[in-house]
Structure formats: C-alpha cells, structure tokens
C-alpha cells in the first residue's frame, strides 16, 4: 500500500476550523510537560544506577587496586555492549566512583541529590568537598532550579558562608514563620563583582552600576526580589526623599529598601533607612502587603554596633556589608586560592594521566 494512503495530504491551514491553533498549542503545552515529567521521573532511575556503578568501581579500586588502565578497558567494552547509552566514558565513569564514594548510604534514588541533573552533580563533587556544604547546595538547586552555570557561581561565590548572615531584628519584628524564611533571604556581604569599573566610594556610580547589570543583581539578591525602581521619589511633610532602590519579595509579599553605602556603617544610617521604610509603608503599600523591610548595605560594620543600633525598633530592618570582588571576603592567607572551574578541570585530568602511568 502506498504512504499517501495511509497518510493523506493534510488540508491546507485555510480549511482548517477556527478553533485549530489554539487546540494545537494546548496539545503541544501537554506534551512538553509530559516530556519534562518523564525526563524527571527517569532521573533518580539514571542516578540510581550511576550510583551502583560507581559502588561497584570504588570497591574494586579498594580491593584489587584498579588503575586508569582497568577503568578504560571497562569504559570501551561498556561503550561496545551499550552503543546507544551516553555517559560511559573513562572521565564519567570516574565521577560515578567519586558519586559512590560522597553518598555512601543507598538507596539514592530517595535522597534529594537524585532530583538534580548529573552535570550538576558533578560539579558539586568537583567544587565542593564538605558534606554540609554539598547538601545546602543541593537544597537551593533544587528549590530554586538553579541552572548548571548559576549552580557553579553560587558555589564559587560561597554562598553557604553568606545566606542568612546579615544582622537583623527580624525575630522581634516578624511572625516567627516570616523571621525564619525572611532571615535566609539575606546575606552578608552581598559581592558585587559584576559592576565593572564602577569606583566603590562613588555611591552614585555603584548605584549605576547594579542597574546596568539588574539581572546580575537580581541573582544576588536572590530568589523572589523584583526590581521596582531606582532614586524613588518620596514627597514627606513637603520634603523630598530619594530612595536609592526599591525592590518587592513575591514570597514575603513586603517592599523592600535598599539603602547603599559607600562607607562603613554609622549609627545615623538606621534612622533614616527607617524613614524611608516608614514612607514605603504610607504612600505605596497596598492593605495586603506586609511592612516593608529596610537593607542598609554597607562598606564594613562592627556587628555590635549594629546590634545595639537595631534595639528596641519595631521596625523590621537588615545591615550587610557589600564587596566589589569575593577575595574581599576572604582571610589575605586564603586570598587566591579558590579554584576555577578551568583550574578543577586541569587538576582532573592530570590526575587521569598520573593514574595512567
């Protein structure tokens, strides 16, 4: 029997009824999401059996002291049997090992680490050595969906040392439910390295800066925060205020001021972050929306200081301090010795070759 038998011509999208497009856009809306869930549901079985392989790879290279020279062998008749199946290389079956040997407790199909991608994986074994660390990693992937790429700037920005640091008086001046998620959200310090050549004691310029680079900011900042304007005007009493940036958290569903500093903190700075805050409050918070929250991001704090600053406020209100480069945040020791990407990619293959000689 001829194809055009079994598949007529289609008509001609002229003869199509009116209700056609749309009916074909609802269909392919459902499908890629049924792709999507089948290619999530799939993964823990993917990682599940990533995870056996690399069990079985470590115990032999404890028991029988398999070398390079084993692990290609095992990779080129993997790769034979399984022509069709990707990630059986000497390189990745090596990070199965390296899987195996950071979770130790099966089954991981249950473990949250099974829901990420195995590239992301990866990189977190590469990058991030301390158990802790790796799991509050995988925790905001997960949350947040986190690409690859973000995965590894979070990562090389030490987010872990940073979320929820910032000092606050959010315990006093919150439900706790709100204390608690609101606390996460900020940090200390914020790096700023995305502003270029923009100078650090130019308030003005670093203020420029953010805006030029808002998407950079906005992931920062964090998850939830949209950007609602720059030098907000405020008419108070019949006297002019400017707000250097207003943002509003989806989550929080409160505006929230950002108040930035060229200089260390100063007692002063509470008072009139708080005026600003207090505006917000009066002339743009709609009945639904929760008080604003004030962030005075600084060039140095002492905590205390801070502390004894925010006392008796009723007000919620965070102070952070804001690097330009992360080598600010860092011991001088330490200063230089975080890893790039490029770095950990060289260390791995000159440790491939090593085993291979």
């Known amino acids: 029997m001829r194809d055009g038998a079994l598949f007529p011509a289609p008509p001609s999208k002229a003869d199509l009824p009116v209700s056609y ?49 084993v692990i290609d062998r095992l990779s080129a008749d993997l790769r034979e ?68 790429s973000i995965l590894e700037m979070q990562i090389q920005g030490q987010l872990h040392l940073r979320a929820g640091k910032a000092v606050t008086n959010f315990a006093l001046t919150m439900p706790p439910a709100d204390s608690d998620m609101a606390a996460q959200l900020f940090k200390d310090p914020y790096l700023f390295d995305f502003i270029g050549t923009a100078d650090p004691r130019r308030e003005a310029e670093v203020e420029q800066a953010l805006m030029d680079h808002v998407q950079s900011f906005l992931l920062e900042l964090g998850a939830g925060f949209a ?64 008080p604003t929250i004030g962030l005075l991001l600084c060039r140095g704090k002492n905590k205390l200081v801070v502390e004894y600053a925010l006392s008796g406020l009723d007000q919620s209100i965070a102070v952070a301090d804001w690097k330009k480069h992360i080598t600010e945040t860092l011991p001088a020791e330490f200063q230089g010795s975080l890893p790039t990407i490029e770095e950990i990619e060289a260390e791995l293959r000159e440790k491939l070759t090593t085993d291979r000689q």
């Open 21 to 69: 497009a749309g009916t074909l856009q609802e269909i392919k809306s459902h499908l890629r999401h049924a792709r999507v869930r089948a290619v999530l549901a799939a993964n823990p079985i993917v990682m599940e059996a990533y995870w056996h392989t690399g069990k079985i790879i470590l115990q032999r290279q404890e028991e029988a002291a398999w070398g390079a020279k």
């Open 227 to 290: 950007f609602v304007g720059r030098r907000v005007h405020l008419e108070v009493g019949g006297d002019d205020f400017y707000l250097d940036l207003l943002f509003y958290h989806l989550r929080l569903r409160r505006y929230v001021v950002i108040e930035l500093k060229a200089r260390a903190f100063q007692p002063g700075d509470v008072g009139q972050l708080n005026l600003y805050r207090a505006a917000v409050d009066d002339l743009l918070r709609h009945p639904e929306d929760q």
């Open 81 to 148: 049997e399984f022509p069709d199946m990707g990630g059986l290389s000497s390189r990745n079956l090596l990070s199965m090992s390296l899987f195996a040997e950071a979770f130790p407790d099966g089954p991981i199909a249950k473990q949250a680490v099974s829901q990420l991608p195995w590239g992301h994986i990866v990189r977190l074994l590469q990058m991030v050595k301390a158990p802790a660390a790796r799991d509050f990693y995988i925790r905001e992937a997960i949350t947040h969906g986190w690409s690859r």
